[in-house]
């Protein structure tokens, strides 16, 4: 079983950053993808980004460009860098830790209990 403990979310005006932050404990796997999820009121979970411990990356396409993720293999710790915040980039941020899927919600793997990023137009 893995743990996930986020921090760093918070209220931000449009244009702001912020950093989140993401500590993986219990049974981890150097294989495990880890990354982060979002999920605005009334909209389903979707994916913003994810990394391999080989340093791959995926993106959302509504992100590229403005988020940059990143992972400290030997402290087990994703990061997600936000620039530019949109309106539209507030949601609830869950870490998640297991297998590489970008296609759908991973059916399998850990989630964080999520952080709230609020951003003011």
């Known amino acids: 079983q893995v743990q996930l403990v986020e921090s760093g979310g918070g209220l931000v005006q449009a244009g702001g950053s912020l950093r989140l932050s993401c500590a993986a404990s219990g049974s981890i796997s150097s294989m495990n993808a880890m990354g982060w999820y979002r999920q605005a009121p009334g909209k389903e979970r979707e994916l913003v980004a994810l990394i391999l411990s080989g340093g791959m990356t995926k993106y959302a396409d509504s992100v590229k460009g403005r988020f940059t993720i990143s992972r400290d293999n030997a402290k087990n710790t994703v990061y997600l860098q936000m620039d530019s915040l949109e309106f539209e980039d507030t949601a609830v941020y869950y870490c998640?830790?297991?297998?590489?899927?970008?296609?759908?919600?991973?059916?399998?793997?850990?989630w964080g209990q999520g952080t709230q990023v609020t951003v003011s137009s």
């Open positions: 998640y830790s297991g297998p590489w899927v970008t296609s759908s919600l991973p059916r399998f793997g850990s």
